[in-house]
């Protein structure tokens, strides 16, 4: 069975990172649109710099860690017998540290920045600052995090609509579904045949479509609801 699964923050809401409109609509304090777009880094690079270097320094800290829910993913990918992606809007690491494959981070990923200059993609753990060096071009005060901002089109989307097309089950995991393209995977796998299924603490935005919805806490349920496709 070909199975495409798509993640959204709630799968690392046990792993001690906040989920985005979970919390009176700020994230980590701020609004979305003042860290979250090319105009707000245009406008105020330092904030949005600190606010992600940040974000990236909170991954490596000891109380974030992937949970049963992460981990279940990875192990059911690797016993399943069919084909299997994993599409994230997350930008933590905690499906890579899980030991999951065949991954697309379709919002980006905090563990890397993009060169304004070269545009290379490089691994990067710490605070960028004007002083940071592209690893590419040697350019100086160049890098920006390397994550998809509102405005700015996802990553892999040539990929995940080829996966869709041929998708006989599709579940999402944590996610509110109202930032789109990623809202509209479920009914792009539906009309294409799939069984939907969401897996989410509370009915999302489009809770309606699916086939089949569970509601719980990720990793309770993610682990549960693989085991079975085992069976
Ligand atoms: N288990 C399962 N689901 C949970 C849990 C949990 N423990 N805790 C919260 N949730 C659910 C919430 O009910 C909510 O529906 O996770 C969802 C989180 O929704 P959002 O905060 O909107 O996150 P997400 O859907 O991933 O956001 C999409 O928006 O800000 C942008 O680019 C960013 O990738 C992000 C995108």
Redo the contacts with the bound molecule.
């Keep these: 069975m070909n199975i495409v699964v798509l993640t959204?923050?709630?799968?690392s809401?046990?792993s001690g990172l906040k989920?985005?409109?979970?919390n009176g609509g700020l994230?980590e304090g701020h609004r979305?649109e003042d860290v979250?777009t090319p105009e707000a880094f245009a406008a105020n690079p330092e904030l949005v710099q600190n606010f992600y270097n940040l974000r990236r320094q909170q991954l490596r800290s000891d109380e974030v860690k992937c949970n049963a829910a992460h981990i279940a993913l990875a192990e059911f990918e690797a016993q399943h017998k069919g084909r299997f992606t994993l599409i994230t809007?997350?930008v933590d690491d905690l499906h890579q540290r899980a030991g999951s494959n065949n991954l697309l981070a379709m919002?980006g990923e905090l563990r890397k920045v993009r060169c304004l200059n070269c545009d290379a993609v490089m691994p990067y753990d710490e605070a960028i600052t004007p002083q940071s060096q592209c690893t590419q071009c040697l350019q100086l005060d160049c890098l920006r995090p390397h994550i998809v901002w509102f405005g700015e089109m996802p990553l892999y989307m040539d990929v995940i609509e080829r996966v869709l097309q041929s998708c006989e089950l599709f579940v999402s995991i944590?996610?509110?579904?109202?930032?789109y393209p990623?809202a509209g995977f479920q009914q792009l796998a539906q009309h294409r045949g799939a069984h939907t299924v969401e897996l989410?603490?509370?009915p999302?935005e489009t809770a309606s479509r699916f086939d089949e919805a569970i509601y719980g806490?990720?990793?309770t349920l993610v682990p549960e609801y693989f085991s079975g496709l085992l069976d």
Excluded: K, P, Y
Excluded at 174 to 179: F, I
């Design positions: 959204g923050a709630g799968i809401a046990e989920t985005f409109r979970d994230w979305m979250a809007q997350n919002h944590g996610t509110s579904s109202v930032v990623a989410n603490l509370a999302s806490n990720a990793s």
